[in-house]
């Protein structure tokens, strides 16, 4: 299966510790490149221009000086790469001619295997039950194949759910296959929904990413979605993002992405050289284009490091307006409410220092502290002026300081109150 993916060209940023390389011809390897890009290049008419383009500029000797084959593999990609995100021109040392020399790796990059839980780095519940996935991948599978990519996607949903909101993390995700994409989408969409990208490949069929096997479980149709993205998010991370963005199934929050939608494979060029050429082009069927070039435009534009708090406050908001339980609906309202709170303004925490029971308050490094018995601390984040603090990273638990006790608050309505030390006495 042809790749919509930016992992293999990470090879274009890599070189060899070897003080000296064996030279090239660089006119040669020019027209081998014209040569692969006019016969495999999506678009026959582009490609002819391009291998021409690339014919008159070594005729005139503009690549004459790059000999080694490290610096022509960085030189064309610069030169490529406006044409299309995908282009990328590689050199690989060629093996030792020793007999013990290593066999070469083969099979998809460690972090979309099982060492790498093919992508899935991270799955958890976040305060207000929402659902987030971080990705850096999307590891192929086929319906007669090895399953176990798929059923890691099948196991990391299910961790998830149970939530009321889902967050895709596709910030540092560089792409991968198409089969993972459409089977991740599946889970959200009606069965049979026109919103897949179709891939138009020089002459192939086309093809698209509607699921190839069934999809597993229930689907959540009306679950909130957010993916969140930045300039690092590639390739099929960003078929991911817009065929979802397209379909007004889920928000964009981030920053615009990488802008590399066409899919290809590398072809060999001769002494270790080799170029990534995208032979087809995805159309979404909604917007009839793609993101090519400009890159998935967020529905809610932040710095990417922001985003995940974003798309929690957005998760959030909406959520407080659902129809759920009161207790449920004051735990929404707690989280967002500590994701949206001020940076805390200086103030006075040393008078809430003391004992409160078999809790001790503390000031450490100018943050509040609470402690009991062996218990690691819980860092305590101000609301307000008037003793009222969140524990952070769980909003959800919330404690008040007053004159004569510490009060733990629960969304339930119940309180725990612990008397301060010395205060039936009138101590301070």
Known sequence: MKLLTALSLSAALLGSAAAAQTPIAPRAKVEALAAAIDAQFYDPARAGKLAAE????????????????????????????????????????????????????????????????????????????????????????????????????????????????LIFDLRDNGGGSPAMVGYLIGHFVPDGAKIYNIFKTRDEPDSDEAPSVPIAGQRRLDTPLYVLTSGRTASAAESFAYTLQAAKRASVVGEASAGGANPGGGAPLGDGLSVFISSGTPINPITGRNWEGTGVTPDVAVPAAQALDRAQQLALTRLVAAPLEPAVLTENRWALEALSAPAPERQNLARYEGGYGPYQAKVVDGRLQLTTGRRPPSVLTPLDDKGLFFVEGAPSRRVRFDETALVFLSPDGSQTRQPRHGAATGAS
Request: proline residues 10%.
């Open 54 to 165: 690339l014919r008159a500029e070594a005729g005139k000797g503009t690549y004459d000086r790059l000999t080694d084959p490290r610096d022509f593999a960085a030189a064309l990609t610069e030169r490529l790469r406006p044409q299309d995100g995908h282009f990328a021109v590689s050199w690989t040392p060629p093996e030792a001619a020793s007999a013990t020399a290593p066999p070469a790796r083969s099979g998809p990059p460690p972090f979309l295997s099982r060492r790498g839980g093919y992508g899935f780095v991270a799955v958890k519940v976040l305060p207000g039950n929402i659902g987030y996935i971080d990705m850096r991948g999307f590891a192929d599978f086929a319906a007669d194949g090895d399953q176990a990519p798929r059923q890691a996607a099948d196991a990391a949903l299910a961790l998830v759910a149970g939530t009321d909101a």
